[in-house]
């Protein structure tokens, strides 16, 4: 795998979208690798005779007027490969060419959809004279460069063509664009890339899915050599997947187990013990830890704090299995997702801290799945054969019901409340067929009561809030609207629970929003 020839290089710019480029180039059928722009120069002196077709430059929060802005080489562009900016990509396209030719935005950040007038370009082919794409930006083109050494016409503007959208220079084949082609919420937003990957570039297709198993076994196996590893299996999609796809070939030198955290889903444990026995993982419950948990969690409110007692307690679990098994590695599932939300992922900036990223047990983690997306992953469990409980199965975050309860300090009777409404949900939303249809379903409980009226008598009562989104990379997403009768039956289930006396539903996009409330 680490020999094969790349045919695209993405900069990373410092965009929380980064990835979700190479993400939606495996889509496409196109391997591709992110550096940064200090490795870039070298790496393409050395890697533009041995397949390289084209450079992607990221997105980013910086402004080209920040003194510590992403410094891109500008030799970048005398490469002879074709070059794709977006967003601060775009930017640094016309600073670079034409310090005159970028201004901040007015309002501070453009930041939402945008409705884009195209014109006729090669990176438009296949699409209309307008497409809804995404914006998300804090410095804007006035005017595209226009000189002696690179000459750029508008090929795309919005607001009745007040604000240009992007720019090409068709000679050099450099093109750029100011919103974000790579995610969902830019209509046809695969267009684009594969107009510029395999169009423009002329690359070949060279990823294929059915050789993503073979690849993560050999790799791992490679990795670990004549060492041990454990890895610590959820339940959910991305680690029990990975334990999987690794148990047959790395045998007794695999240790597997389940922490139940107190945190869980009704029946979860049940559920993950035949889940892993279908899937052939030799799985240990570990248990004795649920009242630790809940002891440490409860003694804050605060989302960020919560994450961090729940990761310390977490991280005590894995260094006693890792000692007793004398391992010398640690597998994880930990997805691209969890990389960059957690600031671990080149320069994109933390958003929260994940359970299971940079533990530090004193012993190697291996990350198999750091490229990959969920969408990704659901198809390696239907490739593997993994039954549809399985593939199907909605995500569910590590630290759990833990991170449902909101606003009030987390108790064993707050849990139960808790789980027997996600409960409830889920069984009302597969009775109606749509439990499938919705990436992810969240039921959180408010922390402050108010009043209520139950049996003709004043209650003082906590708020429950359901939240169902759609996606494919969890990147971004977007509300999943439920049927008014599908609430109102939902409302009526769980206003029957004596302490709750509303429900609330919040269907915000990510971003700005995120998945999950903490």
Not at 1 to 21: A, F, H, V
Not at 188 to 198: C, G, P, S, T
Not at 445 to 451: A, D, P, S, W
Request: glycine share 8%; charged share 25%.
């Amino acid at each position: 795998m680490e020999n094969r020839k790349i045919q695209i290089l993405i900069i990373d710019l410092g965009s929380q979208y980064t990835q979700i480029i190479r993400r939606s180039l495996r889509y496409l059928g196109f391997h591709s690798i992110i550096l940064s722009p200090s490795k870039s120069s070298s790496w393409v002196k050395e890697n533009r005779l041995k397949g390289l077709q084209g450079i992607i430059l990221s997105g980013g929060s910086a402004s080209v007027y920040d003194a510590n802005a992403p410094k891109i080489p500008k030799e970048l562009l005398d490469f002879a490969v074709p070059v794709l900016g977006i967003c601060y990509g775009m930017q640094w396209m016309a600073y670079i060419n034409d310090k005159n030719s970028v201004h901040k935005v007015k309002e501070g950040k453009s930041y939402g959809p945008v409705e884009v007038t195209l014109k006729e370009s090669k990176l438009f082919e296949k699409l209309g004279n307008s497409i809804n794409a995404w914006s998300s930006h804090g410095d804007s083109i006035k005017k595209v460069p226009q000189n002696k050494l690179q000459s750029f016409k508008v090929i795309a503007t919005s607001r009745s063509g007040k604000v240009i959208e992007a720019m090409e220079n068709e000679k050099n084949r450099l093109y750029a664009v100011q919103f974000h082609p790579e995610v969902e919420q830019t209509e046809d937003e695969n267009i684009i890339l594969n107009n510029f990957v395999a169009n423009i570039c002329g690359s070949k297709k060279d990823y294929f899915k059915k050789e993503v198993i073979k690849e993560i076994q050999e790799k791992t196996q490679k990795i670990l050599g004549d060492g041990k590893a454990i890895i610590g299996v959820s339940g959910g999609v991305d680690s029990t997947t990975l334990a999987a796809i690794l148990a047959p070939v790395l045998g007794k030198q695999l240790k597997a187990f389940l922490i139940d955290t107190g945190g869980m889903r009704k029946g979860e444990i049940e559920k993950i013990k035949n889940i892993a026995k279908s899937a052939k993982i030799n799985l240990e419950v570990i248990d004795k830890y649920k009242s630790k948990f809940i002891k440490n969690i409860g003694q804050s409110i605060d989302a960020e704090e919560k994450r961090m007692r729940f990761r310390e307690v977490y991280g005590e679990v894995f260094r006693e299995v890792a000692s007793s098994f004398s391992a010398t590695h640690m597998i994880q599932g930990t997805l691209a997702t969890d990389l960059i939300e957690s600031g671990s992922a080149g320069k994109s900036a933390m958003i929260k801290t994940h359970h299971n990223v940079d533990l530090k047990l004193g012993i190697k983690e291996i990350m198999p799945l750091s490229d990959f997306f969920k969408f990704e992953v659901l198809e390696m469990a239907r490739m593997f054969g993994l039954n549809e409980l399985l593939a199907s199965r909605q995500p569910f975050p590590g630290p759990g019901l833990y991170l449902r309860i909101l606003g009030a300090p987390v108790t064993a009777e707050l849990l139960e409340i808790v789980r027997e409404a996600d409960h409830e949900v889920a069984e009302i939303l597969k009775k109606h067929k749509l439990y499938n249809k919705i990436s992810q379903t969240i039921v959180a409980l408010l922390g402050i009561n108010t009043v209520g009226v139950k049996g003709d008598g004043r209650v003082y009562g906590y708020s429950l809030v359901v939240r169902t989104v759609e996606t494919a990379d969890f990147m971004t997403v977007k509300g999943f609207y439920l049927p008014p009768k599908v609430c109102e039956e939902i409302n009526s289930t769980l206003v029957k629970h004596p302490q709750i006396v509303r429900v609330f539903y919040d269907w915000t996009t990510k971003p700005p929003a995120t998945t999950e409330f903490e």
